[in-house]
């Protein structure tokens, strides 16, 4: 039999996996090896998206480390939400990072923890509460706002090799608070000389510990220290963070099994130094137009920054299976200093070079600047090239020697390129709009209440910071083409939020429509003209408002167009609002700079427009013209920085379309309405205070460049949404329906305001881990009749600490103030928080039909219990439920639940101890397994633990015991190697089955039934020529003979390997052997019996061969 294989998508790393994962104790380990026809070979790759952000995950795979207990993926991950003007390319280009890395970043609020004047060294939050007000309100104050003292907890996230990632804050008394505390991990920070952090320790639930920043013996390090220096307009100048640590990167990995991974890194010679733009800011009175005893300065104040890094880059990761290496040998022209990374290679531990992919860029380079920041400081003020250049992947291609074999192709939006990287012409959220403004200070039209009649319009004509995503789509990915030639297209469109959330602006434009328009010639002495404001034009942050605009002319009796006068002359005509009875609001030509203004009026609401004209002499008539406008907003969804996928097509090496994927982001009860929310509107304006040593009132906002509040989390997304529809193009495969939890709800949440009371503005709190839970999914088909009917729902709850007690919600107060005048100031107090959660409940139903005819459905319940709470986090217990009302009861314990389990001896209850130790932490290893139908107990598994020396603690008897009998010795593991390897164990009937390892104790090469491993060593087989790489696979099969030639009785199976590749034989106990042929870049190229006769053969089919 011949079989030819046309791979149509990109070819995933190729690795044979060794079962050492037990899918039941109970049950013979799975040590033999996976054949290559079973392994994922290739297919088409279907592109995951995220459904609540609309960002579609995209990844090129490249290798991946496996090592007893860890797997450490080698990938490069897109991030398709889209680029900002300000953002720096990676080393693997604009928008790209790579895998298989690890860190804890921190960012500061206030001071560093662990810096001068820190929280870890002293109580100051506290200090403060206990205080009187006067001295909080000074000298307290002063200490914090002179950064003598910190107040506040640095936030920090942690990402593990593995994927694992999460963040965390310190309580005021140092403890560690996971945000939120649903997982089991152990962080404990090492300190080092003036309670600098100089080492993270982070350890898992299954014992795998983790060392970051400095390697685990202390001689190695690996940190980043960033130093900002600030400058203004004004000519100040200062240090922001005094150098402090912010990135501590990953060192060691340490699993149970005592297997370590090291990490090594360079340093470039130079740091990297750059400029950001910082913050821009401007004063808006509102009390008065000057103010005699306040003189402002009313320029925009700008503050930049010089960025100085040293930023190591990632050399190698040493296994005791294998090593990828990193190099860089591209010196860049967009980060001075700095290196493209330009080849990976995966080599097993005898240097034997197992996969290799090289990375080649181009570089984005603008060609419209628009307005930018132009001053420089330290002499980077000349390298406007480095600012208007941005590295890109071009293509990622896998070579072995002078081979080349697979090939990304990768294609970007370039109908615009991002300008310089200093440029002003940016939305609210960064990313390109192609506006030409002079500077950051957005654009500000919005409405303030002070009471009764006193409103404030607050007006600037500044920076147009509006979303266009014709812009905003610069330089995005765009398409990847695979090594076959098909390829997958990515359409995007720019988020959008639901008209719940339409009381911002937030970059979306509104229509000026004129409302009314009256004349009144000179000789008609006072008239009125009624007008009424409809809700079309209602502001959109105000409810009941509307912002009305006037434009005033006035005309002599020729026609001809005079100025319009303002004073209260005879001669002077006089435009007033009133209300519908007469009664005087405000004068309209009361500004003698302007002929232009604008009221606030309510809506649906009757209004006047009076007009008084007298005169003395024909020379003094004066016709007059008022026009007014509403501002009507243009859209009910509107439109928020960054990019969501539309759709997604997939063609093949001819262009043919296979499949087509559209995304509809609109809610499922208002079909023309976004379902998006906002993670926070921008909010660009704050109440202000001219420094004045007598005013202690506010009487100005100020507007700023950067948003008070965050505008995306820590996943670089804007806005999620409550329901996704997913479907193929013409919905002819059906459609899912997705709706997801967006915005918390409860305790927790804080508005954004930004008036006299809130001043200073405090961080908003956390419940980040809420948005995007998915509550219900629900999979339809299309009918002949293009009706859509459901075959499958499923509904989850969860259960949220916040609505309970205080042990499942912590919260850590934090203090910042703010300058008012002189020597007085304003604080806020506000808290870090964290809760737990967890899936409390999940509901499945299918749906069965004849024709369109709904015949019945299936449900089935599962509710999960977390009962050893605050003890652990490990699920104790799952109960299903099905629609015949059966139920199915799990219950699991775990080292921590050891004073439920009965019948354990002294020695095996000091060895679950251990378990839960400290040192080694695997307190989510499962102990007991107990299974229930409805009330009557169905079996028990429970595995008992020893410690085999060096901390190797491994199962050596499992347990088991039908319904309510007595446990009984199933498996009895008898010996294991130095690395975890079982070597012997022993059934029920007494049949004892031997392992052999070999390569380096990497793979099993026998399984030998019915012999000991003492009887097996007895036939003289040479295990250093089984596990010595040097030797060749005859050589070990040599050996191997031995052992069959002195155990006839025994029922043997043995293996061959190519590490890291796949198996290369396999022979069964009767001498039957199955040989496997690799071709040059270790794929799979043919399987052959035991007479050399080929079996099945993989041709594989590339673009241009």
């Given amino acids: 039999m011949k079989k030819r294989v046309l791979l149509w998508g990109a070819l995933l790393c190729l690795f044979v996996k060794v079962g050492y994962g037990q899918e039941s104790p109970a049950s013979l380990p799975n040590l033999a090896p996976t054949t290559p026809e079973a392994a994922a070979l290739g297919k088409f790759v279907d592109v995951p998206v995220s459904h609540y952000t609309g960002v579609p995950q995209i990844s090129v795979p490249l290798c991946q480390m496996e090592e007893r207990g860890i797997s450490i993926p080698i990938a490069l991950n897109y991030h398709a939400s889209g680029i900002r003007v300000n953002e720096i390319a990676t080393r693997v280009g604009l928008g790209w990072s790579i895998s298989g890395q690890g860190s804890v970043v921190r960012s500061v609020r206030g001071l560093p923890d662990d810096g001068t004047g820190g929280s870890f060294h002293h109580n100051h939050v506290q200090d403060f509460l206990d205080a009187s007000e006067t001295y909080r309100l000074n000298l307290g104050a002063l200490d914090i706002h002179e950064r003598i003292k910190d107040t506040e907890s640095d936030i920090y996230y942690y990402n593990l090799p593995n994927g694992i990632s999460g963040k965390f804050f310190f309580t005021t008394t140092h403890e560690v608070v ?13 300190l080092g000389q003036a309670g600098k952090i100089i080492k993270w320790e982070i350890t898992t639930a299954d014992g795998t510990r983790y060392y970051l920043g400095q390697s ?14 600030s400058f203004s307009n004004n000519g100040t100048i200062g240090l922001e963070n005094n150098k ?21 890194y360079e340093a470039p010679m130079l740091g990297t130094a750059f400029m950001n733009l910082g913050s ?80 080649e860029y181009d570089y984005f380079i603008s060609t419209t600047h628009l307005n930018t920041y132009t001053q420089g400081f330290y002499g980077l003020e000349d390298n406007l090239a480095q600012r208007r250049k941005r590295l890109y992947l071009k293509n990622v291609k896998q070579t072995f020697g002078a081979l080349t074999n697979q090939n990304y192709d990768f294609e970007y939006y370039t109908d615009h390129i991002l300008p310089d990287r200093l440029s002003y012409a940016t939305d609210f959220w960064g990313y390109y709009n192609g506006k030409n403004n002079g500077t950051s200070v957005p654009k500000i039209e919005k409405l303030y209440d002070f009471g009764g009649l006193r409103f404030l319009f607050l007006k600037t004509n500044d920076a147009d910071r509006t979303v266009d995503v014709n812009y905003a789509k610069a330089c995005t990915l765009k398409k990847v083409t695979y090594p076959t030639g098909g390829s997958t297209t990515y359409n995007f469109e720019a988020n959008e939020v639901g008209n719940q959330q339409d009381d911002f602006f937030a970059g979306t434009a509104y229509d000026i429509e004129e409302i009314s328009n009256f004349y009144a010639n000179a000789f008609e002495g006072v008239l009125e003209f009624d007008f009424n404001v409809g809700a079309d034009y209602e502001a959109s942050n105000y409810p009941g408002k509307a912002y009305i605009s006037y434009n005033l002319s006035m005309f002599d009796q020729a026609g001809e167009t005079l100025a319009v006068c303002y004073d209260n002359s005879f001669g002077c005509p006089r435009v007033y609002l009133t209300d519908a009875n007469g009664v005087e609001i405000e004068r309209l030509n009361d500004n003698p700079n302007s002929s232009t203004g604008d009221f606030v009026v309510d809506i649906n609401t009757n209004y006047k427009i009076r007009m008084e004209n007298y005169f003395f002499s024909n020379e003094d008539q004066r016709d007059v013209s008022i026009v007014l406008n509403g501002r009507k907003l243009r859209s009910t969804s509107p439109t928020f920085g960054g990019l969501r996928i539309k759709d997604i097509t997939f063609r093949d090496v001819n262009g043919n379309q296979l499949l087509k994927k559209e995304y509809n982001y609109n809610d499922f009860d208002d079909p023309n309405t976004s379902s998006g929310f906002a993670v926070n509107p ?41 329901n996704v529809t997913e479907s193929f193009e013409g919905s002819q495969n059906g459609k899912t329906e997705y709706t997801f939890l967006t915005q918390p709800i409860g305790e927790g949440v804080q508005s954004n305001t930004y008036d006299y009371d809130n001043y200073p503005n405090t961080p908003i709190q956390d419940l980040s881990h809420r948005r995007g839970l998915l509550l219900k999914q629900v999979d339809y088909k299309k009918t002949n009749t293009s009706n859509f009917l459901p075959l499958s729902e499923r509904n989850t709850k969860y259960y949220f600490g916040i609505n309970n007690g205080s042990s499942e919600r912590i919260t850590s107060t934090g203090v910042v103030v703010a300058k008012l005048a002189g020597s007085f100031y304003s604080y806020q107090l506000y808290n870090n928080f964290s809760e737990r959660f967890y899936m409390e409940r999940q509901t499945q139903r299918s749906y069965f039909y004849q024709g369109e005819t709904l015949l019945d459905t299936v449900n089935q319940t599962t509710t999960y219990f977390y009962d050893s709470y605050p003890t652990h986090n490990q699920m104790t217990k ?72 060096n901390d190797l603690i491994l199962p050596e008897i499992v347990q088991t015991a039908k319904g309510s009998d007595a446990l009984e010795d199933r498996l009895e593991y008898t010996r294991y190697d130095t690395k975890g390897n079982v070597l012997e164990l022993r059934q029920s009937n007494g049949t004892y089955i031997t392992y052999l ?29 089984l596990n010595d790489l ?76």
């Fill in 178 to 190: 996971l945000m939120p505390f649903n997982q089991d991990v152990k962080i404990v920070p090492v």
């Fill in 216 to 229: 685990k013996d202390g001689n190695s390090t690996a940190t980043d220290t960033n130093e900002h220096i």
């Fill in 244 to 264: 402090s640590i912010n990135s501590w990167y990953i060192m060691d990995i340490e699993t149970p099994s005592n297997v370590m991974i090291r990490y090594e």
């Fill in 280 to 359: 821009e800011s401007r004063l808006v009175y509102y009390n008065s137009d000057t103010n005699e005893e306040c003189p402002v300065d009313r320029r925009i104040q700008t503050s930049k920054q010089l960025v100085l890094n040293s930023s190591l880059r990632l050399k190698r990761i040493i296994g005791e299976e294998s090593i990828v290496e990193f190099e860089y040998n591209i010196d860049r022209q967009d980060l001075i200093h700095d290196k493209a990374l330009t080849k990976i290679s995966h080599y097993d531990t005898s240097n034997e070079l197992v996969k290799e992919f090289k990375m």
């Fill in 682 to 722: 921008p909010v660009n304006e704050l109440i202000g205070f001219p420094r004045c040593p007598t005013n202690l009132n506010p009487d100005a906002y100020e507007v700023v460049s950067n948003p008070i509040f965050e505008l995306t989390n820590q996943g670089n997304y804007s806005v999620g949404y409550r």
């Fill in 878 to 949: 799952t109960i299903t439920t099905n629609s015949d009302g059966t139920t199915t009861r799990v219950e699991t314990k775990y080292p921590e639940d050891i004073a439920a389990i009965t019948g354990l001896t002294p020695t095996q209850q000091n060895t679950v101890n251990r378990l839960q130790a400290n040192d080694l932490y695997r307190i989510g290893t499962p102990i007991e397994v107990t299974t229930y139908e409805d009330a009557k107990k169905l079996s028990t598994q429970r595995t008992l633990f020893k410690d085999w020396g």
């Fill in 997 to 1025: 390892w070999g390569y380096d104790q990497q793979y099993p090469v026998a399984k030998i039934e019915n012999a000991t491993y003492s009887q097996v060593t007895a036939t003289g087989v040479n295990l250093s020529v």
């Fill in 1030 to 1105: 040097s030797y060749s696979d005859h050589q070990r099969t040599t050996e191997l003979d031995k052992v069959r030639g002195g155990l006839p009785n025994a029922l043997i199976s043995t293996y061959t390997y190519k590490p890291l590749v796949g198996v290369l034989s396999m022979t069964d106990p009767s001498g039957y052997t199955m040989t496997y042929e690799y071709d040059a870049f270790n794929r799979l190229e043919r399987v052959r019996d035991g007479d050399g006769h080929i079996l099945s053969e993989n041709t594989y089919h590339y673009k241009n061969q």
